[in-house]
């Protein structure tokens, strides 16, 4: 029931920024936790960050911390990932995740129940 639509990524030269954004339709529940996964081929999805969108700690893998930023307007049902500082390792398919659940849970694909289908991020060098 609940659809999320990813959109933002594109093509951009390493060091440079782009906004991802997770437009989001459908709630049935009034909070969800929220987070951004990445693919890159032949690799497997891996959590980039995370959030409640009730408010509290958010998640960052070791390999994004301090370049990237996860963010949430309730007023707007989307979530965000503000990526600053891209590297070419940074090139995958990154896809928005939702979960009604309350308990806290690690950042990883099998503890989410909804996904959108994606959007590809590809930074040269």
């Known amino acids: 029931q609940v659809q999320l639509v990813e959109s933002g990524g594109g093509s951009v030269q390493a060091g440079g920024s782009l906004r991802l954004s997770c437009a989001a339709s459908g709630y049935t529940y009034r909070r969800y936790r929220m987070a951004w996964f990445r693919q890159a081929p032949g690799k497997e999805r891996e959590g980039v960050a995370g959030l409640y969108t009730g408010g509290g700690s958010q998640y960052y893998s070791d390999s994004v911390k301090g370049r990237f930023s996860i963010s949430h307007d309730k007023a707007k049902n989307t979530l965000y990932l503000q990526m600053n500082s891209l590297k070419p390792e940074d090139t995958a398919m990154y896809y928005c995740?939702?979960?009604?659940?309350?308990?806290?849970?690690?950042?990883?694909?099998?503890?989410?129940?909804?996904w959108g289908q994606g959007t590809q991020v590809t930074v040269s060098s």
């Open positions: 995740a939702a979960d009604p659940r309350i308990i806290s849970t690690p950042v990883v694909p099998r503890e989410y129940a909804y």
